[in-house]
C-alpha cells in the first residue's frame, strides 16, 4: 500500500485512495535504538496500530473512534459506518479494549466478529478488521 498526504493542514493519510487514518501520533524508529526488555503482554507504554504496509500509529491512553466519518482513525471503506467501533485504555486492566457500535458488518478481532456493544480486550498482535481493512496492535517496544 502507498501513503500519500492529502491535506498539508491536516494530519490526513490515503492509502490507494480508499482508506485514511486522522495521524494520531506518527513514531519513528532509527538509528541505534535500544530494545525494551519489558514483555508488551504486561506493558502499559506505547501500543499501537499497524496497517498491513506497517505504518505505525501511536495510541492514546483515551477513547478514539473509528469509522468512515468524523473520527479519529477514518477508513474510508464502503463496508464500514460512520461509527463503526471505539477503542479505549481501560486503567484498570492496564489494556486497550475495541467495542463495535452494532454496524450491520461487525468488527472483527483474530477473525472471530466481537458482539455488538461489548468491549473485547486486545493483545499485542491481535488483528482487527473493519470492512476489508485489517490493523494490527502491537507494542511499540517490539519494534527493531
Known sequence: MNFKHTN?????????????????????????????????????????????????YLLPKT??????????????????????????????????KIKDLSTVNGTYVNNIRIQDQEYVTLKHMDSVRLGTDILFIKHMSSFP
Open 63 to 96: 477513547m478514539l473512534f473509528m469509522g468512515r466519518e468524523e473520527c479519529d482513525i477514518v477508513v474510508q471503506s464502503q463496508s464500514v459506518d460512520k461509527r463503526h467501533a471505539v477503542i479505549t485504555f481501560d486503567h484498570y486492566l492496564n489494556r486497550f
Open 8 to 56: 498539508s493542514h491536516s494530519n490526513i493519510f490515503a492509502i490507494h485512495g480508499h482508506l485514511q487514518f486522522k495521524l494520531l501520533t506518527r513514531i519513528y524508529f532509527g538509528g541505534d535504538s535500544e530494545f525494551s526488555s519489558e514483555d508488551p503482554e504486561t506493558s502499559t507504554d506505547d501500543w499501537g496500530l499497524v496497517d498491513e504496509c506497517g505504518q505505525r
